[in-house]
């Protein structure tokens, strides 16, 4: 069975940070993308960063270029996304995302 199991959310003061984890099991081969998305209360789901699986590709959504740094450790099937600057529109649940397959999110919310 795939999983994807987010962890890191909470709640942060606009301009704090924050890192996200997102660790992949279950997945044949290691040879995949990490993608993170976030849905924000009442919005559509958003792409904002992506990671091939030798660093390639790396993909940052125009909303968070410059704020977000997107990493990935291959020999723990992790990725990383480091917020930092966040504001209160950042405020949403983020997901990660393997081959189509999302995981539970981890909720974030900036306070002003």
């Known amino acids: 069975e795939v999983q994807l199991q987010a962890s890191g959310g909470g709640l942060v003061q606009a301009g704090g940070s924050l890192r996200l984890s997102c660790t992949a099991f279950g997945f044949t081969g290691d040879d995949y993308a990490i993608g993170w998305f976030r849905q924000a209360p009442g919005k559509g789901r958003e792409a904002i960063s992506n990671i091939g699986f030798m660093d390639e590709e790396i993909y940052y959504a125009d909303s968070v270029k410059g704020r977000f740094t997107i990493s990935k450790d291959n020999a723990k099937n992790t990725a990383y996304l480091r917020m930092n600057s966040l504001e209160p529109d950042d405020t949403a649940v983020y997901y990660c995302?393997?081959?189509?397959?999302y995981g539970q999110g981890t909720l974030v919310t900036v306070s002003s």
């Open positions: 995302n393997v081959r189509g397959t």
